[in-house]
């Protein structure tokens, strides 16, 4: 059973929540559905879990699938190594974050 991503189309989250309310389709979070009516939703939610995360936070780094063992060791790693936190990274411009990956490469 897919996830059904509302986006940025207003008409069709307006679709979506409309489905929800017939009972046809279920809420995940927002703007995230799904027609799995049958199965808990922490078990979607569990099958579906990178989907999720891609859906919820587009062009993030998970860390369990970076091989990092938890948060705090990628947030960690990734100071180190980028001179910033990952939140104040993806914040910067792409102009800026070039510079910053420019500045890193000539110190290493």
């Known amino acids: 059973m897919p996830l059904l991503i509302a986006g940025k189309d207003r008409a069709n989250a307006r679709q979506l929540q409309r489905l929800v309310g017939q009972g046809k389709r279920r809420r995940i979070h927002p703007g995230i559905y799904t027609d799995d009516l049958t199965q808990p ?3 979607i939610v569990r099958r579906e ?21 938890d948060l ?7 100071h180190r190594a980028a001179g910033m936190s990952p ?7 792409r102009s800026e974050r070039k510079i910053c990956q420019d500045a890193w490469q000539v110190s290493n």
Request: proline share 3%; aromatic share 14%.
């Open 41 to 43: 939703l922490e078990a």
């Open 49 to 69: 879990l990178y989907a999720l995360c891609a859906a919820i936070a587009p062009g993030a780094v998970t860390s369990h699938r970076s091989a990092f063992g």
């Open 72 to 78: 705090s060791n990628f947030v960690r790693t990734f």
């Open 87 to 93: 939140g104040r990274f993806r914040l910067l411009s």
